[in-house]
């Protein structure tokens, strides 16, 4: 149930309407702090979700959004669990997303 909740929501954050994407990665940030390491199964799915475009995004609030959300995820998550996906991520991302990645596996 909790794989198929996420799964749903994972799509949200790609959305192509920018309304819907920056809503979605608001109560994601919203979400971190209830859920903590419960979302350790998700993790590797939602990372990808968070960062591809929207850590790059020229959309304000979007950036906005998903750097909160990354704060989040390393303040309420055990960090050994954001290791590996973090720096799969850092190796593929270019321009202000691999740097914002790459300082916070630093």
């Known amino acids: ?9 994972k799509s949200r954050l790609h ?7 920056q809503v979605a990665l608001e109560t994601m940030h919203k979400m ?8 350790s199964p998700v993790i590797n799915m939602l990372i990808p979700a968070i960062v591809d475009n929207n850590l790059n995004s020229k959309n304000p609030g979007i950036y906005t959004a998903a750097t909160n959300v990354i704060q989040a995820l ?30 916070k596996l630093a």
């Open 1 to 9: 149930m909790f794989l198929q909740i996420f799964d749903a929501f």
């Open 15 to 21: 959305d192509s309407n920018s309304k819907v994407n």
């Open 32 to 39: 971190i702090p209830l859920l903590k390491d419960s979302l």
């Open 74 to 103: 390393c303040e309420h998550l055990d960090t050994s669990l954001l290791l590996q996906p973090f720096c799969t991520k850092a190796q593929f991302l270019n321009g202000k997303a691999k740097q914002d990645l790459t300082e």
